[in-house]
């Protein structure tokens, strides 16, 4: 009968192992299966992000690694309900984690049952954690043991086998700015914003509603958090991301309060970070929509609690991490040329025109080429590159979206770029584009903005 229970128990673990192999060919091929495939490589994070949308594309761990020298990971999906981060945290708070930082605000700390809409969220996060007890139990709570298998991708989405099995391999678009989870749009976008804010009520003057509370279901949820991070014995730290400050509404400004109450009632420190709209600076072109920040808004928000972290914690900086090269901010900050190129530029219409001072470019690690306009105040800025590309193979299978700009084994691209960034003491513009080749030869890059002049140009770079 033992050696029955065995052989049992082995043969449903091959079938689980199997299973959870199989569907990680079955998840659909966009950004959420791409950064689920990082987010299993990711090890020894000692600094960790978790919440909804709102979290993604807010904390940029670019910013903690060259700021407080520790590996950073956002782990944020989009509408990830706190009730459904709790497996996520559980399997990825190790021992190498030294802070955690929680997004909160009133829809993430929804109580179950939650909306048809909801619910098909939350399979982002789980089909991205590891399979445990608690993934188990929190899946069936909020799709019924009836669905058990669903938690399977293999199974939830057999009707799209034959097209999930012979899907392209995701690449990543040029208007996400993505690195370590973290994602948002690289600059403001008039048509999106219109779209977002078209609709909704403003409102400039947000009152509490005295007659709400915190459930006993919300509070819970926040119980739990707070009780697996003193069980791990990691300091935690909840924060909340900005919204737009004209389009907060009564029920959220309430909700803001009754959870700093309750976080100060528990001795859990939180940043709510609608309350420093002027302290930041923020804008409207900081924002990707009404309830998010676009990149620009994310650096704001991000070095600021980089200097919380920073003073409020005894994190011991980290030795220099590797790949730092391929953090843009750790290049801005570095008196060390560790990028591809870089030029300090001299003509006197690029400096006072234009406003760009230098230039410097790098690959990061998923396949792209930023190049970085720096200066004290820069103006509006066009760009054209253009370049050979030396090795024929690497013209074949070329994302839809670089095939367009290569003809005749010669790549060309033209564009505007976006408002600038700031970041210590400096702007700082950023072209970014898919960038699938190891070696190029005759690059020239023009920039200006009534004539464009000649700025690098280089025979042959090495790109990696």
């Not at 509408?79 to 459904?84: A, D, E, P, Y």
């Not at 005894?314 to 790949?323: A, E």
């Amino acid at each position: 009968m033992l050696k029955f229970l065995v052989k049992l128990l082995l043969f449903f673990f091959l079938i689980l192992t199997l299973f959870s192999w199989a569907s990680s060919v079955f998840t659909k091929g966009d950004i959420n299966s791409f950064k689920g495939r990082e987010l299993n490589e990711s090890n020894n994070i000692e600094l960790a992000f978790f919440g909804s949308s709102r979290a993604l594309c807010t904390y940029d761990p670019r910013v903690f690694e060259n700021g407080l020298g520790k590996r950073a990971y956002n782990y944020g999906f989009g509408s990830q309900r706190l009730f459904t981060s709790l497996p996520m945290m559980e399997s990825h708070l190790s021992n190498d984690v030294k802070l955690g930082v929680v997004d909160i605000f009133s829809a993430s700390i929804q109580e179950l049952p939650f909306e048809e809409d909801v619910n098909n969220f939350q399979y982002n996060t789980l089909d991205n954690t590891e399979n445990s007890l608690q993934k188990l139990l929190t899946f069936v709570q909020i799709y019924g043991f009836e669905n058990i298998f669903e938690i399977f991708p293999l199974v939830r989405n057999h009707a799209l086998w034959d097209e999930l099995l012979l899907k392209p391999e995701y690449v990543l678009k040029e208007n996400i700015d993505y690195y370590k989870g973290f994602r948002s749009e690289l600059s403001f976008n008039q048509t999106r914003w219109n779209r977002s804010s078209d609709g909704n009520k403003r409102n400039l003057h947000p009152r509490i509603q005295e007659n709400r509370k915190l459930t006993d279901g919300e509070k819970e949820i926040i119980d739990r958090i707070i009780k697996l991070f003193e069980e791990k014995q990691i300091p935690l730290l909840f924060v909340s991301a900005p919204m737009h400050k004209d389009y907060i509404t009564n029920r959220n400004y309430t909700y803001q309060n009754l959870i700093k109450q309750y976080l100060n009632q528990k001795g859990i420190p939180f940043i709510d970070y609608n309350s420093l709209w002027d302290e930041l600076g923020l804008g409207t072109h900081d924002f990707r929509d009404i309830g998010h920040l676009n990149s620009s808004g994310a650096l704001k928000v991000s070095l600021h609690l980089n200097n919380y972290i920073n003073e409020h914690y005894q994190l011991i900086r980290g030795k220099s991490l590797n790949n730092t090269y391929k953090n843009r901010y750790s290049l801005l900050s570095s008196s060390q040329n560790e990028s591809i190129l870089k030029k300090e530029l001299i003509n006197d219409y690029i400096l006072n025109k234009v406003g760009v001072e230098s230039v410097e470019i790098y690959k990061d690690q998923y396949e792209r080429l930023e190049v970085l306009f720096v200066g004290k105040r820069i103006n509006r800025v066009k760009v054209n590159i253009t370049f050979k590309i030396t090795k024929e193979s690497e013209i074949r299978n070329l994302p839809v979206e670089v095939q367009n700009r290569v003809k005749n084994g010669r790549y060309s691209y033209s564009t505007t770029l976006g408002r600038p960034f700031y970041f210590e003491n400096n702007q700082f513009k950023v072209l970014l584009l898919n960038f699938p080749f190891s070696e190029i030869e005759e690059l020239k890059i023009s920039i200006g903005n009534k004539r464009l002049v000649k700025v690098i140009e280089e025979k042959h770079i090495f790109l990696d």
